[in-house]
């Protein structure tokens, strides 16, 4: 299934964005796994968050505890990522994505291989 994430933007730093991840209509994603991750220039793709299918659990990448929140309204069928306090290093391309595999983000944040549907990406850009 196709993903369709949106929200990033140019903010200054210390500024806020909500990323939001949506389904096809008649896809219901509110029963999977999501998970977000990002890319920045010539790094690697890193996990951001993660949300549990029940939604008993969260988890957060070190450098983003605090900062964001994962969450989702399954009556609008779509996922959320409020990035607060916003940094420079927050600078990457997000991607959302889900899987399948039920047991992914219950006790941990997953890995970019536990997700097989991903979103095209939106951008995020913080400057100092």
């Known amino acids: 299934v196709q993903l369709q994430a949106s929200g990033g933007g140019l903010m200054q730093a210390g500024g806020s964005l909500r990323l939001s991840c949506a389904a096809p209509?008649?896809?219901?994603?509110?029963?999977?796994?999501i998970g977000w991750f990002r890319q920045a220039p010539e790094k690697e793709r890193e996990a951001v968050s993660c949300i549990s299918s029940s939604d008993d659990n969260t988890y957060y990448g070190d450098s983003v505890k605090g900062r964001f929140t994962i969450s989702r309204d399954k009556s609008k069928n779509t996922a959320y990522l409020q990035m607060n306090n916003l940094k420079p290093e927050d600078t990457a391309l997000y991607y959302c994505?889900?899987?399948?595999?039920?047991?992914?983000?219950?006790?941990?944040?997953?890995?970019?291989?536990?997700?097989?549907?991903w979103g095209q990406g939106t951008l995020v850009t913080v400057s100092s």
């Open positions: 209509p008649g896809f219901a994603l509110g029963y999977y796994p």
């Open positions: 994505a889900i899987t399948g595999l039920w047991d992914t983000c219950k006790d941990g944040l997953g890995t970019a291989v536990d997700f097989g549907s």
